[in-house]
Each structure stands twice: as C-alpha cells, then as structure tokens.
C-alpha cells in the first residue's frame, strides 16, 4: 500500500481519474461530480469516513450574515465539499456567487495553510473549512464561528440530526472490479480504524493522531486545537446516503455540478459483509442509490 496526500477532493478525483490512485478518502461533492461527469463509470461509494467537522469561520467584527455583502472569505478548491456548501448557504441568505468569484460574496478557493496565513495578515475575512482548519484560525488566529454546519443538517435526510458527510471513502470502479478482495481488505482495515478512533481514550488517540500528523506532515497540531477538532467530528463508516440528493442539489446550484440521476453512486455490498463479518454493527444503507 502507498499512499498520496492532496490538498482537496478536485485533486485527488483527477488523480484517481487518472490511474495514479485507485482509491481514495475525499469529501461527497467532488465524488458526485465525478460520477455525473463520467455517467456514472468513473467511481462508488464503498464507505462513509467522518461526519461533521466544518463550519465558516470569520473576524469577529461579523456578527450577522448581512456583514458579508462585499467581503471575501476562501474555501479549501472550488467543486469540493465546503466549496460547494459555502456557496449553497450564501445563496439561502440572498446572495449572489460565482465560481470566477465575482459577485456579492467574493469566494476565493485557497490552500488551507494559505487561508490561515492569509487570514492572520487580513487579507480574508473568513472561510468555511474542515477540521482542523477551522479550529486552527478560531484558536491561532482569532476567528469566530459564524455558522456550523452540522446546525443546518436536521436529520431529516439521514436520521441523523446534525451529520453530515465530510470525509467518504471511494473507489475506482474498474479497479474494484478486479480487485474485489484488496477493496475487501482496504475496507476491513478502514472499518477497524473507525472502531479505533471511537473506543479509544481522548489522550491516547491525540498522541496517535499527533504522531501521525508530525510523521506524514512534518508538524503536530497544538492539543487545543487537535481537541477541539475531534470534539467536532463524528467517525462513522456510514457514508449517510440519504444526505446526497441535497449535496447533489447545493452542488447545482453552486454552479459546480450538472444535474444528474446519481442511482448506483454507492456500492456497500464489500463494507457490509466486513460489519457482518466482523459482527461490528448494522448493516449500511444506500438509500436506494445504490448496492447495499
């Protein structure tokens, strides 16, 4: 196994569009793009990673979303997940955005560590970020929280109020369907990993987290900031299927995605005879929009 680090899911899609990786862990949006783009050949859903874990971040001068007329805040690259979904709550409160960022809200795509620079310097005047990136500028860098996006998920979807997919777990398609057994056990190391971060005590897995952190990023996270960003985030391996007509819809309307039947985005059948096998849980539902 060997493994590649991008900065948001657009990359990481071109890259496994590519042949240059088989699977990957990414956020839905960029998922769904890809296999509306493809009709549904490129890519499935095999498993859900982490639920929650983002929200918009801005100075605290903002208190309202009638302050962000004319302002500028980034996301992490446009067509990913918080792209689209600080677009989609832009548009709910009345305003107009671009992907060429013109327009009310001026929406910059921004590498995280660049958006927290730029930030500390005044340069942005917020962004809508995934952990740990959001916890990173409210605790370093003087942000507030202006709106967390699990407040606007109610369950009605999922069953589940206040999740939301952040992180899944895709797969090329023609690479799962030659290799069944290696996505099998991709997926059964994925599902104890989950279980791992679930039952492990708070200090040991923020040494483990960090750990990993230093070694594959070359720098550990304050363990304020590492705390509060797993206090944010749910691990599930639950990709919440029944959230994705809305993902898809806000993608639409952001401008990044074309409307599309997304019927047969998932393929659950390999992670459901590893929970079953495993005796580790419920089966997993694809809603209908897929093998389950």
């Keep these: 196994l060997s ?5 948001a899911g657009p990359a990481a899609i071109e890259a496994l569009n590519a042949g240059a ?3 990957t862990y990414i956020g839905p949006n960029p998922a769904i793009n890809s296999f509306v783009k493809s009709q549904g050949e490129s890519i499935s859903v095999i498993a859900g990673a982490a639920a929650g874990g983002a929200q918009l971040v801005v ?11 004319g302002k500028t805040l ?12 600080l677009r989609a709550w832009l548009g709910s409160q009345g305003y107009k955005t671009n992907v060429d960022g013109s327009g009310d809200v001026a929406i910059n795509p921004t590498e995280n560590a660049q958006t927290l620079k730029l930030f500390q310097d005044g340069k942005l005047d917020g962004a809508w970020l995934p952990e740990p990136w959001a916890s990173r500028l409210v ?38 369907a030659a290799h069944p ?9 994925h599902t104890e990993s989950v279980a791992w971060l679930n039952d492990t005590p708070g200090a040991e897995k923020s040494a483990v987290v960090n750990a990993a952190l230093q070694e594959a990023a070359g720098a550990a ?4 900031v590492l705390d509060r960003s797993l206090q944010n985030i749910v691990f599930t391996v639950d990709p919440l299927a029944g959230t994705y007509p809305k993902l898809l819809k806000d993608g639409v309307e952001a401008g990044t995605t074309k409307q599309a039947d997304i019927t047969g985005l998932f393929d659950l059948r390999a992670l ?7 005796k580790t849980g419920q089966p997993i539902s694809a809603a209908g929009l897929g093998q389950d």
């Design 3 to 7: 493994t590649e680090t991008f900065n």
């Design 21 to 23: 990786i088989d699977a």
């Design 59 to 69: 100075k605290p001068d903002i208190t309202s979303a009638a302050d962000l007329r």
């Design 74 to 85: 980034a996301s992490p690259q446009l067509g990913g997940t918080q792209d689209v979904a």
């Design 139 to 176: 605790l370093t860098a003087g942000a507030k929280v202006l709106v967390d996006e699990k407040d606007l998920w109610d369950g009605s979807a999922s069953g589940k109020p206040g999740e939301f997919p952040t992180t899944i777990l895709i797969v090329n398609k023609n690479f799962a």
């Design 181 to 189: 057994e290696t996505v099998k056990a991709l997926l059964k190391g």
């Design 221 to 224: 996270l304050p363990a304020d």
């Design 272 to 278: 459901n005879e590893v929970i079953a096998a495993g």
